[in-house]
């Protein structure tokens, strides 16, 4: 969908988001996108955590 994406459109979409937003709100929206990006990353490596702990156990007890 977004492959054809071409450099025009990637000016056009960076020119309105300095409109919308401003140049002194871009960094703080990069931050927040960064610090929820980080969460969302250490949240799915504690469900793998979890779920592989859980796979052992069940292993460990058909042993």
Sequence with gaps: MFGNIGGWEIL??????LIFFGA???PELAQGLGKGIKEFRKAAKDIQDD????EKKIED???
């Design 12 to 17: 056009i979409i960076i020119f309105l988001i």
């Design 24 to 26: 002194k709100k871009i």
């Design 51 to 54: 779920i592989s702990l859980d």
């Design 61 to 63: 007890k058909n042993k």
